[in-house]
Structures are given as C-alpha cells and as structure tokens.
C-alpha cells in the first residue's frame, strides 16, 4: 500500500492489564491459600450454609494454623448511589494511604528509586530457601512485619 492511500477508519481500544499483568505461576502460598477456599466452600455448600463466601483468617501463621469459615456475604456489602439510585455493592478496595504497606513503600521510595532496590525474588520458586516465603505486602497488612 502506498503512503497516504489508505481510506479506511482506525478506532483504537484501550485495554487495562491490570490481573493479566499480574498473572504467573502461583506460590505455595497461593497454592495453600486458593486450596483452603476451595475446600472451605465444598464444606459450607455440603453443610447447607448458603449466602455465605468461604475465607481463611490468621494467615500470618503457619497454614496448620489458619482458620477457615465462611463470612456472610452481607457483611462485605454496603450502599451506594449508582446513577442516581441506591445499589447494593462490595465496595472496591482502594491503595489505603496511611495503611502498613504504603506507609512502609513512602519510607523506602527515594531510597529504591535511586538504588534500584526494588523487591523481586526473582522467579516463582516451588522449593528451596524462598519457596515458602509470604506475600510482603499481605504480611505488613497483617503486622506481621514492619
């Protein structure tokens, strides 16, 4: 084709890659975690117990540890004004500025911008020194670390 002959329309599509670009093998952690849900919610659906989402709670801990139940999902609701009339909804869980895990990023920023000291343990290990290691993040959620 030549240059300038084209005539037909170009409509671009944005896309956000938010989850996809977070995707990758899972960790033992993930692996444990996804697999106590799972197992939570076969117990909760064989039980009765409907309206309910499985969860697991004490996750700092040791996975012999953790507590495993159903919260109702009534309790993640609230009430918000959506197009003019009240909706029932899970509100979205936005970066909590003065939480734990942007506090401890603000701290460490200027250092790692300049240091390039970004966290990154590399690629997913399944064994070895790192292989059982928490996520960062949900561990300063959880004061588990500071």
């Known amino acids: 084709m030549e240059e300038g002959t084209y005539k037909g329309h170009f409509k671009g ?26 197992y939570a919610a076969g117990v909760l659906l064989h039980a009765g117990h409907t309206g309910l989402i499985a969860s697991v709670g004490n996750l700092a801990a040791p996975a012999k540890d953790w507590i495993v139940g159903g919260t109702a ?50 690629p997913i290990q399944f064994f070895g020194p790192t292989a059982d290691k928490s996520n960062f993040t949900l561990m300063l959620e959880l004061g588990a670390m500071a």
Request: charged share 20%; net charge positive; glycine share 10%.
């Open 13 to 38: 599509q944005s896309h956000f890659f938010g989850y996809e670009g977070r995707c990758g093998l899972p960790t033992n952690f993930d692996a444990t975690y996804c697999y106590a849900l799972g």
């Open 73 to 122: 999902l009534t309790q993640l609701m609230d009430v918000e004004r959506r197009q003019g009339k009240f909706k029932p909804v899970i509100q979205k869980a936005m970066v909590a500025l003065d939480g734990a895990p942007f506090k401890k990023f603000a701290s460490l920023r200027e250092e790692w911008a300049l240091q390039n000291k970004y966290i990154s343990p590399g």
